[in-house]
C-alpha cells in the first residue's frame, strides 16, 4: 500500500491555510495539493462528434465563419453565428452576424427576422449590422456577452464586442468610423450601437468580454503582437473596465512558450507569419460552476513554412500567404485570477482536428464559455477542411460542389472535468492543504472505474486524526460520479469538523478526482 511521508501525530504546516466555506474546488492545478505521492494531473479532452449541429444552407450564407457565441437562457439555446455573404451583394455587407436557437442545443431554427436587407430582401435571420445603426462591411471577431453585472441596464443587458472592417465610404461619411465597435440589446436581436470606440491594439481576433464578478469589473481579452525570435508573434491581451467604456491599456498575458516551437522557421518567413506557433484565439472565460475557476480555449496556429505570397488587404496585408501546414487546434489553459495562466498538463490539445476529408479537419476555433446540460457541459466550436491559407485538405473532394466542408460542432465533457488528480492501479495518495470550510457533508467528483476505489480521511493542523474521520474508517468509494457522498461507517455528517483549519487525505486505486464540495 502506498502511503506519504506523513507522520500524522506531527505538526502539520497551516501557512498555506485556505478558507474554502462551502464553495467548489477543482484540481484544475496543485493548489488543494499540498503532499502526494503517485499522483498525476491529466487533462480530459471532451468528446466531438464528426458531423456539424449548423451549417451554411441559406442563399445569404456562403459561409459559416470562426467567431461564434452560444448561451443559453430561461430554457432556450441561443446562438449568434458568424457568416459570410455572397460576393458583392448589393446591401454593401461583407460580413455579418446571423441569429439561431434551439429547445435542446442540438436541432436549431434560423428564424425568420425581418431586420436587415440581404440578397435582395429582409426574410432572414441576420441581426448585425443593423442598418443604418450600424456600419455595413466585415463584421468579425464578435463575441455576445450576457451582462451579468447587477448594476447593468436592463436595456443593456446583452453586449457586443466587434472589430468592423472595410466600412463603406457611404457609411464612413456619416460618422461611422473606428476599427473596434460595442452594440448593446435588450434581447440580443436589437442591436444600438455605443457612441464610442475602444482605443485597443490587433483587434483581429475573437474579442470576449466578461463580467468578473471575482474583482466587480469587466475585463475583455483579446490579441497582442511582439516580437519573440525575430518574429512578431501573436498572442492573448487583456484590459479592464468599471463602466465597458474607459479601459486600462492592453496587457499580454499570455503567448505560445518556449518549448512550444519545435523549430525556428526560415528568417525569410519573419513578414509573412507570427511564428512557429501563433495563439490566434482565446475563447476565456469565468468557470461559474466552482469557485476562482478561469478558463481559455485557445486556437493554437502552427506555421512553420513559407509556401506561397498573396495580397492581402487591412491590418492583416502581411500576413494573407500560403503557408505550411497553416492548421489550428484548440488548447486547454487555466489560471485563478485570469491573469496568470498556465497549459493544462501535457499540453496536449483539447479538442484535435477531425480526420481527414471531414468538416473538421484542418481548422478549429471554439466559442468561449461552457453551457450546463445536466451533468455535462457544453460548447460549440467552428470547423473546417481549409487551412488558414484557404488550402483544402488532402483527403477532400474535388467535386467543387461539396469541396467546402465547414460547420459548427458541440463537443462534451463532464461537469468540473477539465483536468483531474489520477492515481494509477497500484495506488496513490494525495493531502490537501488545511483548508476551513463550512458545511456538514463533503462530496467528490470521481470516477474509480469499475475495479479501482477510493478512501478519505481527516488530520487535524496538529497532526492528529479526528475521532471517526480517518482514513481507514471511510466506506469504501466505487463508481463514477459528480457527487459521490463520503461517509464513514455510514455517517456522511462532518459538521463537527467545519470551521477550523483541517486537511483531506485521499487514497486511491485506478481512479480519477475531478474535485470536491462541503455542503
Not at 499522483?39 to 449548423?54: A, F
Not at 475583455?220 to 508573434?233: A, E, H, I
Not at 505550411?324 to 485570469?338: A, E, F, K
Request: charged share 25%.
Amino acid at each position: 500500500m502506498v502511503k506519504l511521508n506523513i507522520k500524522e501525530d506531527a505538526k502539520l504546516q497551516n501557512k498555506n491555510m485556505i478558507d474554502i466555506e462551502n464553495h467548489k474546488q477543482l484540481f484544475i492545478d496543485k493548489r488543494f495539493i499540498q503532499d502526494s505521492e503517485n499522483v498525476n494531473l491529466t487533462m480530459n479532452p471532451p468528446y466531438m462528434s464528426e458531423d456539424p449541429i449548423l451549417i451554411a444552407d441559406r442563399p445569404w450564407e456562403v459561409h459559416i465563419g470562426g467567431y461564434n457565441t452560444v448561451i443559453k437562457e430561461n430554457g432556450l439555446f441561443r446562438m449568434w453565428y458568424d457568416f459570410i455573404p455572397p460576393e458583392n451583394d448589393p446591401s454593401g455587407i461583407t460580413r455579418g452576424v446571423a441569429y439561431a436557437e434551439s429547445n435542446d442545443g442540438i436541432n436549431w431554427v434560423k428564424p425568420d427576422i425581418g431586420l436587415v436587407e440581404i440578397c435582395g430582401n429582409k426574410n432572414n435571420n441576420v441581426v448585425i449590422p443593423r442598418i443604418p445603426n450600424a456600419p455595413r462591411g466585415e463584421t468579425e471577431g464578435g463575441t455576445v456577452l450576457l451582462d451579468t453585472n447587477p448594476d447593468c441596464l436592463p436595456d443593456e443587458r446583452y453586449k457586443f464586442w466587434t472589430k468592423i472592417r472595410g466600412i463603406p465610404e457611404e457609411d464612413t461619411a456619416r460618422g461611422m468610423t473606428g476599427a473596434f465597435w460595442q452594440m448593446y440589446s435588450s434581447d440580443g436581436i436589437y442591436w444600438n450601437v455605443y457612441p464610442d470606440r475602444i482605443d485597443t491594439p490587433k483587434c483581429d481576433t475573437q474579442n470576449v468580454p466578461f463580467w468578473d464578478d471575482r474583482i466587480n469589473k469587466y475585463v475583455g481579452y483579446g490579441r497582442t503582437r511582439n516580437p519573440y525570435k525575430g518574429f512578431k508573434v501573436r498572442g492573448v491581451g487583456r484590459i479592464e473596465s468599471t463602466n465597458f467604456h474607459d479601459w486600462s491599456e492592453m496587457e499580454e498575458v499570455f503567448r505560445a512558450e518556449e518549448d512550444d516551437w519545435r523549430m525556428i522557421p526560415s528568417p525569410e518567413c519573419a513578414d509573412r507569419i507570427g511564428g512557429y506557433v501563433d495563439v490566434y484565439t482565446n475563447a476565456a472565460s469565468k468557470y461559474p460552476y466552482a469557485e476562482d475557476v478561469y478558463l481559455m480555449l485557445p486556437s493554437f496556429l502552427y506555421h512553420w513554412e513559407c509556401v506561397e505570397l498573396v495580397a492581402g488587404h487591412g491590418d492583416e496585408a502581411q500576413d494573407m500567404h500560403i503557408n505550411y501546414p497553416d492548421t489550428s487546434d484548440i488548447r486547454l489553459l487555466t489560471s485563478r485570477d485570469g491573469i496568470s495562466w498556465d497549459q493544462a498538463p501535457g499540453k496536449q490539445p483539447f479538442l484535435r482536428v477531425g480526420l481527414s476529408g471531414g468538416s473538421r479537419s484542418r481548422q478549429l476555433y471554439t466559442a468561449p464559455g461552457f453551457i450546463r446540460v445536466k451533468d455535462e457541459l457544453w460548447n460549440y466550436c467552428y470547423g473546417s477542411n481549409k487551412n488558414h491559407s484557404g488550402q483544402f485538405d488532402t483527403g477532400t473532394s474535388d467535386n467543387t460542389s461539396d469541396r467546402v466542408k465547414e460547420g459548427i460542432f458541440i463537443n462534451k465533457s463532464r461537469l468540473d472535468g477539465f483536468i483531474s488528480a489520477d492515481m494509477p492501479y497500484h495506488g496513490g495518495e494525495l493531502l490537501t492543504p488545511p483548508v476551513i470550510f463550512d458545511g456538514a457533508k463533503l462530496e467528490l467528483n470521481i470516477d474509480t472505474g469499475a475495479g479501482g476505489f477510493a478512501s478519505v480521511g481527516f488530520i487535524n493542523s496538529d497532526g492528529t486524526v479526528p475521532d471517526g474521520f480517518g482514513i481507514d474508517e471511510c466506506d469504501k468509494l466505487n463508481g463514477n460520479s459528480v457527487r459521490m457522498l463520503i461517509t464513514f461507517n455510514g455517517n456522511s455528517d462532518v459538521s463537527k469538523l467545519a470551521g477550523k483549519p483541517i486537511h483531506i487525505k485521499i487514497r486511491a486505486y485506478d481512479t480519477k478526482i475531478y474535485g470536491f464540495q462541503f455542503s
